[in-house]
């Protein structure tokens, strides 16, 4: 049978052309995603400023969090703990590097710092200048005193020349005493400061960010450090030098998982419909081969052999074009920061492996499927069996559409009573999915019934041609299903993806904007010197000034059952101005007594640990430092958008920078917002700081969001990509085949512009049926997320979205549909009858 199955393939190239694109494509967007997973998995990254230590000592970047509540185990009993990422770079003690010296083997012991500076226009990292050996560095000139600089060849400078050096809030001006040059290409230029200016201006002295080692043995400096830090080797150097890099990595496993599952999931009903599809349409074939004798067993080897053998061909191709999509993505999500620029892409054997598995596992199934009905259906009811569709509904398809229909129900019952704000989308998605499947397995009978719904109004508009149209699609509802499925999943997960994401931006932006009382805001890269908000608040229009500064913290005692590894969202206030600056209500204690060791803490936080004003708590903050704190305040707060609240003072030599990042400003009555940034710019000048409007803190926060909503799009507009091609294929295929049926409606007296028409009402009604069942599916999603976010069972954004969406529909049924049933009709009507299918 598998050589009868080669010559069937050489005779109806059409159809199993149709089932090879739509495993190839599938297996090219599977192939891409594992590749992107392999890079998240791996987060390999090239080592650049600290290639030439082979050992390299750095802060550890994770914190150990208890799954349960230790107060509630016994002492015997061993903590299950997952990891949590600390949002801010974790230093070494400088004391370590002279334990390292000591280890027996050590040659040499290089502490490293690394901040951000800005020379004349140019941005650069500054570091010690003894620091450059771990790259190494070349010189050119003389080493920097006091007062002196080396700078990257990169920039262009000159020995000799003097300019404006901005670091840690402060501006100096340095003289250029030599330029070095860098072995390998670097990611960010280097400012060589003196080791005295380096340390003050890093602003964290006698720590280190990392520390180079030279010589020794591997075990015995891990063996040295111990808990005060980790060692690496090799490329995990890397990580300790761009740390962005693990949680990109992070992020870049959870985007390919999401998206690769969901392309494979559509990819098993896109080639279950078109093999089925193709099976269908050679009914009359597999009939006569059952009146002749075949067996059952052989029919099915048949069509399963044939399957192979076009699948295997098409994951050939996929398997040798994936990676190139891969790479082609990542470039995307690095160049839009989605990922670190430093993250390598990486892919190897599996992501192809797992791919051609899948796909392959896809086409089996799908085969087993259709070559199953033709193979029970008795020698004697062939063919009767090939001249008209009958039962449809089988015990999977039912089996099928219950499970999922049950399982979108559950989500939807978890997403209104669980969730909160937006992580209720995490529910939203994956019940797309369910929504969608589950009509999918059932959407003949659904065909049939939306066909019966639409007849009346069909038939008054387009009259017998319209008749005609109707009969078809409920006489061949199956045929007409697999055109329909594709459509509706585009229209299903189009429309609830975008909506989804333009309601997480609008509500975010809106609590964003209701916190907000300040019309102006003062800001620096670097950090702002402690001495601008003296000078601010001075400013002549001034009602109010608190500084600003985020980050994450960790509560460690009370045990928080609903903290993740991510930490909690923290905000850092001035108590004399954050009333001033913040729209936040106060329901107990005062932010006035946000000053010290103190917290304000959510309503529903503070309910849930069971914590009220005057209470302390155990937090870690975003360095890892373990800091005790007094709750001072609870405050009402968005449901899904609760930070806690800090005193500036207390957060900020805990980020990465070690200062304020901003001022927000509040003018007193009367003043104008231009009027009052003017006098900011005269107050600040000179300082490396900038003066923006309220709008400008809004516009970056909303930029914040553009880069999730941007990866959103790309993965979905790739997954409809698919699904568009799918539709064509499938469209295509079946009126490719109606040439006889064509021509034998021409022969009893139709035109060839009403079979015309007679197809575009029928691509039409395709169209119709599945926006209804893919707007259907959305709202299974859509409804209940907005309901808790919102309130409201609409979603937030334009209407011209959902319109856009419905019209590339539309077009794209009656394109596929129209376009080869005109190159169906072109000839003689009773030549086209003399073809047989």
Known sequence: MFKLALRTLRLRKGAFLATFVAVFFGAVIVSACGGLMESGI??????????????????????????????????EDKHKFE???????????AALADRIRAVPGVTNVVGEVSFAAQIGSASALGHAWDSAVLTPYTLQGQAPQPGEVVVDAGLGLAVGATLPVAAHGEVAQYRVSGIATAPQPMRDAAVFFAPSDAERLAGHPGRFDTIGVFGGDVAAVTAA???AGVVLTGSDRGLLEFPEVDAGGENLIVLSAVSGGLSASVMVFVVAGTLSLSTQQRQREL?????????????????????LVVGLLAVGAAIALGPLLGRWLFDQLAANHVVPDVLRFEQGWLPATVAAGASLLAVVGAAFVAGRRASKVRPTEALAEAAVERRWLTPIRLITAIL???????????????????????????????????LAAISPGVTKVMATLLRWPLQAVTGVVGRVALLNTRVVAVRTAGAVTPIMLAVGIATANIYLQTTQEAVS????????RADAVVGSAGGLDPSVLGRVSAVPGVAGVSEYVTSTVFIEKPYESNQDKDGWASVGLTASGAAQTVATRVTAGSLDALTGNTIALPDTLATSLNRHVGDTMSLRLGDGTAVDVRVAAIVAQRAGFESLLFPAGLLAPHTTTGLVPQLLVRAAPGVDPATLASHLRAATAGLPVQIGDRDTLIAAHAKGNEVGAWVNYLLVGM????????????????????????????????????????????????????????????????????????????????????????AIAVVLALVAILVPAWAATRGRAVDATSIGE
């Open 287 to 307: 009939a006569l081969l059952r009146a002749i004798g075949t067996t059952p067993r052989q029919l099915r080897r048949m069509v399963l052999g044939e399957a």
């Open 719 to 806: 997954i409809i990509a698919y699904t568009v091609i799918s539709v064509v294929n499938t469209l295509v295929m079946a009126t490719g085949k109606r040439r006889r049926e064509f021509g034998l409606q021409r022969l009893s007296g139709f035109t060839r512009g009403q079979v015309l028409r007679m197809a575009g009402v029928e691509g039409g009604l395709i169209a119709t049926i599945a926006i209804l069942l893919g707007t259907a599916t959305a709202a299974g999603a859509i409804v209940p997320f907005c309901l808790v976010v919102t309130g409201s069972v609409l979603p937030q954004g334009p209407i011209t979205i959902y319109l856009t969406v419905l």
């Open 225 to 227: 450090v111990g808990d």
């Open 404 to 438: 999922c229909f049950g399982g979108g129900t559950a989500l939807a019952i978890v997403t209104v009573a669980v969730m909160t704000g937006p992580v209720a989308a995490s529910t939203s998605g994956p019940a797309v999915m369910l929504w969608a499947f589950g």
């Open 83 to 93: 990891n949590g990422t600390l949002a801010e770079r974790v230093r070494v003690d």
């Open 509 to 516: 932006n809106q609590a964003y904007t209701e916190d907000l």
């Open 42 to 75: 791996r987060s390999e990254t090239p080592v650049q400023r600290l290639a030439a230590a082979p050992i390299v000592v750095g802060g550890q970047q994770t914190l150990k969090l208890p799954e349960d509540d230790p107060a509630t185990l016994d002492p």
